[in-house]
């Protein structure tokens, strides 16, 4: 039998008014570890669930690696390279990329009766992958896109359509400037979308991309741009490098010159100040442990002074130093183990209830998002559970060195 386990757990058992001090210490260990891990696992599922929104939004307007004509990239120009079936064939094949899709762009004017508004199309052809729009899409329906036609159909922002006073279904005119004439096209507002993030909202809207083309002068298998959406996010970095070795540089029949370039390189503030999120996490961990283990430090302390008189009577039966620490550590663990019952019941009470209904609202203008997102990381909770336990266990072990200090003869009259 493990004496320590066993002596731990009946002095756990022990409810006798008599431990009027120590009670109350237990107590507050108790809930300093609850408290500290319910916060850890609310700052992490709130941190990791904005860091994955903002990060999806961003990739949903301009998916994980945009390919472009060189001169393009370097200064912002709208210039076309080519993307015929061999080439989106070979942009498919490099190992890590789901899905491929071409783009062209625009710049134009939306017009009503009283209100204009500059902003960019983008032409999208039927490949488009249209589920990040769909998701955010607050009225109308997400259309389906040519490469062959004209369809007339426009997708704009809830941002656009507030300052252009418009809504689904509505027509409205669209102006382009060429270099010696402007052309007028009237399109069909077939949905209004609404992702918060306002460099986006405020400036791209979807139409067909033969639309897009023709506007621009163009060949048929020319465009602005594919989009290249990976499997995994966290392969960023080894799959750009692979389309950086085969598609980088090389020339299309035109004689344009390829280039590509990651969401991130595309983005560095947005992914920057998500970076700077994980910082404040560590410090938020780095805190909560901190407060759980000063806590659990006062308690033992405490919980050693009223009992000297048992660790005496163990002592003087022949009960080693290191066995009577060890019980004392294992009924810290006890106490631990139900803080830890509690702060997860917490934690994860909170991080549901704000999942399913919401509750917690944010100002949708400075943080793109309108409800505070949260993601539940299985893993990394238990992780931090085991982390929690044994970091509080161990910073109680140079404290239960105390009970080395205390003599059987002195601690048997101790009151």
Known sequence: MNLPYFLASRINKDHTATRKVSRPAIKIGMWGVAIGLAVMIISVCVVIGFKHTIRDKVIGFGSHITVNEF???????NNPVCFDDSMMHRLASISGI??????????GILKTDEDFLGVMFKGVGPEFDSTFISSNMVEGHMPVFSDSISTNQLVISRLMADKLRVKAGDRIFAYFLGTDDVRTRRFTIAGIYATNLRQFDES????????TVKLNGWESDQASGAELTLNDFDALDQVARDVTRE???????????YSSRTVTAANPQIFSWLDLLDLNVWIILGLMVAVAAFTMISGLLIIILERTQMIGILKALGAKNSTVRHTFLWFAAFIIGKGLIIGNI???GLCLLQHFTGFVKLDAAAYYVETVPVEINIPLILLLNIATLLLSVLVLIGPSYLISHIHPSK???YE
């Open 411 to 413: 601690s048997m009259r």
């Open 98 to 107: 789901a899905h491929v899709q071409r783009y062209a762009l625009k710049q």
């Open 346 to 348: 917490i934690g994860l």
């Open 247 to 257: 598609i980088d540089r090389t020339q299309d029949s035109y004689g344009n010159t």
């Open 71 to 77: 001169q393009s990239m370097q200064e912002s120009n």
């Open 204 to 211: 791209i809207c979807l139409v067909d991309l033969y639309s």
